[in-house]
């Protein structure tokens, strides 16, 4: 009996993976073909910010989406958006002559960095309600709140890092397939 409530389970958790992936797609689909792409593309483009305002805008953006959507569907949706807007910002980032268009791969790991510290940040915070799952019944929320803290920081540290050296992500990489 234990074996067909693990498959039942198994079937209904992709299905929904499924139903997110058919749905992000159509979407995407439908917003490209009313020409919505070119409307965020333009809209980032005229903001007052520089080249490096536009990426930390995007950031900001991603972060507060990562309180109340999965990544599959920021990736999904989100990412198809503003990635070409990343792509035609004048920001040099040495992909060391072995990755192509090392200002996407960096770009995708800022997006990265930055859902992994949203999951992490309260009020939503994903990531805090799976530990709360888990955790023992004497551990309130208040207190993963509490003990969040220095791992928020540490994220904030990284992405920083990861801005102002593209080489941390891009070396490996360029290492490998150079």
């Known amino acids: 009996m234990k074996k067909r409530e693990v498959l039942f389970s198994t079937y209904n958790t992709t299905a929904y993976i499924f139903g ?33 305002g536009i990426i930390a805008f995007i950031l900001f953006i991603v972060f ?21 807007v990343a792509a035609s910002l004048d920001i040099a980032v040495s992909g ?8 996407i791969v960096w770009f995708i790991i800022l997006v990265a960095v930055t859902l992994q510290t949203s999951f992490l940040t309260p009020p939503v915070g994903f990531a805090l309600f799976y530990l709360k799952g888990i955790a023992p019944p004497g551990i309130s ?4 709140y509490k003990g969040v803290v220095p791992f928020i920081i540490l994220q904030l540290i990284s992405l ?14 360029a290492f490998i397939y150079g």
């Open 20 to 52: 997110i992936l058919i749905d992000a797609t159509c979407f995407a689909l439908v917003l490209r073909g009313l020409g919505g792409d070119e409307l965020v593309e333009r809209l980032l483009m005229s903001l007052p910010f520089g080249n490096y």
């Open 64 to 84: 507060l989406l990562g309180f109340f959507l999965d990544w599959i569907e920021i990736t999904l949706i989100v990412l198809p958006l503003v990635a070409p």
């Open 96 to 103: 060391y002559g072995a990755v192509s268009r090392p200002e």
């Open 141 to 144: 929320l208040g207190h993963i």
């Open 160 to 173: 920083l890092a990861i801005i102002l050296f593209p080489q941390l992500v891009l070396w490996l990489p």
